[in-house]
């Protein structure tokens, strides 16, 4: 089983839908969730933190059932400017402590809205 | 802006160079993790440096080694290049300690080993 694994996508929906993305993660003794956004030949940039059960900014919510080991993204009412990848990051801790942790990150859903 | 900064932006070697890519930590972060993403894929860990010492490595063979400086700036050197180590290299810094989880990317060297 991938580390991280996300919906292969694409993902092309109109203006004003609402589209869900899914993750699965394997490491059970992740503790932090993120989901990135990734726009084409640019840098992956923090989209949302996911820490506990759930939260919510704006039109952007996002889930986690840590007994499925389980994430979502739901973005409602789509903009143009939504279109990029989204990608699913789940942290591991370093062996090394001090509180320092690598990022394992999905393959990431493309997702394209259409006007 | 994350406030990461990398350098060169984009770099072309050929197969058997060596190469030494650069990155900027935001300020007040003391945590510098390399990642590399190839084409269609999501960033994979490289390193991560830590108070000038590497603090956890990913899957990446010897010949991927990097160095912290006392300012928090870091480099990654490649050895040996192959032509499947073309790719986007992301420096990310956080902070490192309780509730420093969230990593901030630089805008990426774009290698091609030609």
């Known amino acids: 089983r991938k580390e991280v694994e996300q919906d292969p996508g694409p993902f092309n929906v109109p203006e004003g839908a609402t589209v869900a993305f899914n993750c699965t993660y394997s490491?059970?003794?992740?503790?932090?969730f993120f989901w990135y956004r990734q726009d084409c030949r640019k840098e992956p940039k923090l989209l949302m933190s996911?820490?506990?059960s759930g939260n919510e900014d704006g039109r952007f919510t996002a889930q986690l059932n840590r007994a499925s080991q389980y994430i979502s993204l739901l973005i409602r009412d789509s903009k143009l400017s939504d279109s990029a990848t989204y990608l699913c990051v789940v942290d591991q801790a370093l062996h090394s402590g001090a509180g320092s942790y690598q990022l394992t990150f999905g393959k990431g859903t493309k997702l394209s809205v259409i006007p | 802006e994350t406030g990461v900064t990398q350098s060169p932006t984009h770099l072309i070697k050929t197969r058997g160079q060596q190469v030494t890519l650069r990155c900027s930590s935001q300020s007040g972060h003391n945590t510098v993790s390399w990642y590399q993403q190839a084409l269609g894929q999501g960033p994979q860990f490289i390193f991560q440096?830590?108070?000038?010492?590497?603090?956890g490595r990913g899957n990446f063979p010897p010949r991927f080694s990097g160095l912290q400086f006392p300012n928090y700036s870091s480099e990654l050197n490649v050895n040996a290049l192959e032509l499947d180590d073309s790719a986007l290299y992301l420096c990310a810094s956080s902070l490192a300690g309780p509730g420093g989880y969230e990593q901030y990317f630089g805008p990426g060297t774009r290698l091609t080993v030609t």
């Open positions: 490491n059970s003794a992740s503790q932090s």
């Open positions: 996911v820490y506990s």
């Open positions: 440096y830590y108070r000038e010492e590497e603090n």
